[in-house]
DNA sequence: TCGGAAATGAGGTACGCACCTCAAAAATGC
DNA sequence: GCATTTTTGAGGTGCGTACCTCATTTCCGA
């Protein structure tokens, strides 16, 4: 059997008061009675209940997950996979609500931000861009206990505890190594299109796609950046231009949203399967574009991977436990139409752990 | 607060031993009250606290993982993995051991497997390829009730409980896609190695493959399979033959192992980095080699991911829980120079739920 | 209508741990 | 050596569930 608390007591020669005081970190300890018990502890291999432990505690913790306002897929998804997880507060003591906040509007963020720990909240998951007042506000947050992670898009200036999301610019790179492969290396040109230039993933996917074009592509002439601001009216009309008055882009990076705006100009356009086309981000509709060869190839990370890790992390980090660093890495995901993963959009959405009644 | 057992007694109007009865699925209860708790159960909308059952449980189950002894690095990593998560012990009330098997040795395996039930396994997982004795044998251990996963390679007629691993047709696919994408589309010859062209995942592999090539690049041709039975010395002298007299192989494509022998005949030859290599796994050895750019694209499944899967569906399945199928989908990584994760080797790999001990 | 079988209730113990209280022992300062 | 503080011990309760026993009630068929 594994060893128990009392266990340890034994071993240790003292009471199971004192054990769990020095287990929970809890005062009034000699040094030297928690080296007794430290070392009993690991002499007998004791690995704490966590089941047991979280039975006792019977506390659950209050955590916000804070996503853009977007109407992005890729943000709907992940909003979506985050309520289904919420059932998670069965197993894992955890009750998670979603705050969305506008885009545009940093304060608002931060003024929903710091009112966090007076509703209770113990630990936050948050996606947006960096700016001055967020840095301050996840300062405080943090000053005040409370652990921050940073989602999808790293916010490394504000001491955020924990990113949970893909290399950004290993994903850039990535999509030039395809970008330039899939040319053939030839002369041509690419256009790069992006939501918005300030936001930390677009800056880093960027740098790591130019990265590899000057490098190993020289050929290659990568445009500036078209800048759209989350708006599919802009995108559509930009890309219409360009493409009509460049004949040279052969190839297209979409480092943000707007997917659908960009495949219907180039469907318009009869570039349909012409253009090699690498977009981020598994979503309805960029996975029937690539069933229909309208893009080349999708950079993805996976929005059930990104919810669990960040359940586990804030889990850990409220805690203070350690993390298992390999399991909470999010790999950067090549789709092409032929490994693209059987749609589980229509299957009933169970929760980690179902009841069984009688079958 | 979440309902417990004893709201749905009270609501269903019977006591906590009834509800207990249909909960575990114990017999002696009529039809209608089964219904009437049932009932309580979705109006309540209660979900089993799993940690307070596996608490009361206290028992736990015994699980063999059973993998081939060959040297085959993949297969080691696979299997130092499941080693580590044995301490999940502690979480998630399952034994873990380990069983290696002679690879040309059917019936030692049929042997091994048939001793475990005597033995007091719960479950198996099996990573062989599919022979009539080993079909006969996972027949019998799912009569006597122990549930059997089948590991990377898949025993679809062995009645197996379930497949745990890529699609490997699909990963073929991709396989073919890059290769095809990345020899321009234009003539050439590529060369296709696998180890042994019996087991399941090699054959749909190499389906997949052609399939693309066929279909999408029939400039290019592709050679028949070369089988080298696992052996490094077999593949270079095979390899380095061909090369020597078909100059117009302009890709390879290995669909199982030996890529120390593969890389060893390509570079005596002077050809690295001219061709377009694509191989399967991760590596220490298909790392370094992508890194130096021996090997282009290598064709990925997550060690960790598998064996974490693993245990979680054994543990359904003896529990006779429904699976989250979405977790437990593997996907298929595609590795280049440009998306290597960090090396997480010598992090050490602890269980799903961390110990923590003072801090 | 009665008897046996089936269904249900009442209550208990255990799982491993967290957290509490109060008393007793040990260490410390003077 | 005494009073004071710090440390430790003993013991209890509860978390939500599993699983057990024994008594009691309900059901069904003859």
Do not use: W
Request: glycine residues 8%.
């Amino acid at each position: 059997m594994r060893p128990t608390v009392n266990d340890i007591a034994r071993e240790a020669g003292v009471s199971l008061a004192t054990v769990d005081r020095v287990l929970n970190a809890r005062p009034g300890v000699r040094e030297k009675t928690i080296k007794a018990v430290n070392d009993a502890i690991s002499r007998l291999g004791y690995v704490r209940d966590l089941s047991a432990a979280n039975l006792a505690r019977s506390r659950t913790y209050r955590m916000a997950v804070v996503l853009p306002d977007t109407e992005s897929q890729f943000v709907q998804t992940l909003a979506d996979t985050f309520q289904d997880a919420g059932h998670l507060v069965a197993t894992a003591r955890i009750d998670l609500s979603l705050h969305r906040f506008p885009p545009e509007d940093p304060h608002a963020l931060a003024a929903l931000l710091l009112d966090l720990p007076a509703r209770g909240y113990a630990g936050v998951a948050l996606m947006a861009p960096e700016t001055p007042v967020l840095r301050d506000a996840v300062r405080s947050l943090r000053a005040r206990g409370l652990p921050v992670v940073a989602l999808v898009s790293d916010l490394p200036n504000t001491g955020r505890d924990h990113f949970i999301g893909t290399d950004n610019r290993a994903a850039g790179r990535t999509a030039g190594v395809l970008m330039g492969r899939f040319l053939g290396g030839g002369p041509g040109q690419v256009m790069v299109i992006g939501s918005s230039l300030l936001a930390r993933d677009m800056i880093e996917r960027r740098r790591g796609f130019d990265e590899v074009m000057l490098r190993d592509f020289p050929g290659v002439s990568v445009l500036q950046s078209l800048e759209t601001h989350g708006s599919g009216r802009t995108l559509r009309q930009v890309v219409t231009e360009m493409l009509a008055n460049a004949p040279d882009v052969r190839g297209i990076y979409a480092m943000g949203d707007g997917h659908r705006a960009l495949t219907q100009a180039i469907q318009e356009l009869g570039l349909s399967g012409k253009l090699t086309v690498i977009c981020h981000e598994l979503t309805p509709h960029t996975r029937k574009a690539l069933e229909a060869g309208e893009i080349t190839a999708v950079i993805a990370q996976n929005p059930g991977h990104l919810a669990r890790s960040t359940l586990r992390v804030l889990r850990a980090k409220v805690d203070n436990l350690p993390l298992d660093e390999g399991q909470e890495q999010i790999r950067i995901e090549v789709l092409l139409r032929e490994n693209l993963p059987p749609t589980p959009s229509d299957a009933p959405d169970s929760a980690t752990e179902a009841t069984s009644t009688a079958a």
